[in-house]
């Protein structure tokens, strides 16, 4: 059955022009785009966004970052959308991504790591209302 993810692409990906080349490769997967939307998150919509993580000593630093530019929202659909995209992405840390993932070619650290993707079905959906 058909699923589907919430995918950003973040500020430092923004300001390096990689968009298009990121769009690119998700629909190369063989992901469907059936929404998508430039914005800029305020800080208290960047800070309910990642209420998860409130507690970590890198929440702040990560707001200032989301809030710092244009975001890219996402729907992306296709079977075993996040699970896919997850893969696709790569790990959190650039260094450790996999050769040809999205953060592997285009992130610049931890924290500037060019992506976000939903990390299970209960969160796309939460996510995907958030923005859409
Ligand atoms: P995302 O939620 O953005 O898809 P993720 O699920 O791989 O990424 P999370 O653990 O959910 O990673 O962290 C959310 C975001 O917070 C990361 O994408 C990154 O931008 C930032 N972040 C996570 N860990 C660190 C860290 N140790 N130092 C700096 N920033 C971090
Ligand atoms: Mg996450």
């Not at 690119?24 to 309910?48: N, P, S, V």
Request: net charge positive; proline share 2%.
């Amino acid at each position: 059955m058909k699923e589907q993810t919430l995918a950003l692409i973040k500020p430092c990906a923004i300001a390096k022009h990689y968009q298009g080349l990121i769009i690119h490769d998700i629909l190369e997967a063989g992901f469907e785009i059936k929404a998508m939307k430039m914005l800029h998150l305020t800080t208290e919509e960047a800070r309910a966004f990642y209420v998860v993580h409130k507690e970590k000593d890198f929440y702040e630093p990560l707001i200032k970052f989301m809030t710092s530019g244009s975001i890219i929202a996402l729907i992306l659909e296709k079977q075993n959308a996040i699970a896919d995209y997850r893969q696709l992405m790569g790990k959190t840390d650039p260094k450790s991504a996999l050769e040809g993932t999205l953060r592997k070619k285009y992130a610049v650290n931890t924290r500037h790591n060019a992506v976000h993707g939903s990390d299970s079905l209960e969160n796309a959906k939460k996510e995907i209302a958030f923005f859409f």
